[in-house]
């Protein structure tokens, strides 16, 4: 089967580090857009981050600029999100994703979800001192 698994969520305080994993099994993950999303009690899922099939391309959402990484490692077939600088703003379920149609990645494009085909469970980060 093909599936994704999130892991490296957890609790942090503010200010602190996270750094997330999405490992892939079943095909190939460099071949295909990825995309991190999430999502918080009460508000809409909302894309932080998507990376083009090559790799060359990565966009993020205004609000994690600066602060969040997107990085994959072709040899483990994992991708990573790399978190810093972290707010209780940022608390939320963090999930992978990846389009294997290998859309567009682009700021414009963020949080469209329909397009991926391949999702995993999730991994809760909360911030909080």
């Known amino acids: 089967q093909l599936q994704l698994v999130e892991s490296g969520g957890g609790l942090v305080q503010p200010g602190g580090s996270l750094r997330l994993s999405c490992a892939a099994s079943?095909?190939?993950?460099?071949?295909?857009?990825i995309g991190w999303f999430r999502q918080a009690p009460g508000k809409s899922r909302e894309g932080v981050s998507c990376?083009?099939?090559?790799?060359?391309?990565?966009k993020y959402e205004d609000s994690v600029k600066g602060r969040f990484t997107i990085s994959r490692d072709n040899a483990k077939n994992t991708v990573y999100l790399q978190m810093n600088s972290l707010s209780p703003e940022d608390t939320a379920i963090y999930v992978c994703?990846?389009?294997?149609?290998?859309?567009?990645?682009?700021?414009?494009?963020?949080?469209?979800?329909?397009?991926?085909?391949?999702w995993g469970q999730g991994t809760q980060v909360t911030v909080s001192s």
């Open positions: 994703a990846v389009d294997r149609n290998k859309g567009y990645c682009s700021s414009d494009n963020l949080d469209e979800v329909n397009r991926y085909n391949y």
């Open positions: 079943g095909f190939t993950l460099d071949y295909y857009t």
């Open positions: 990376m083009s099939s090559s790799g060359t391309r990565t």
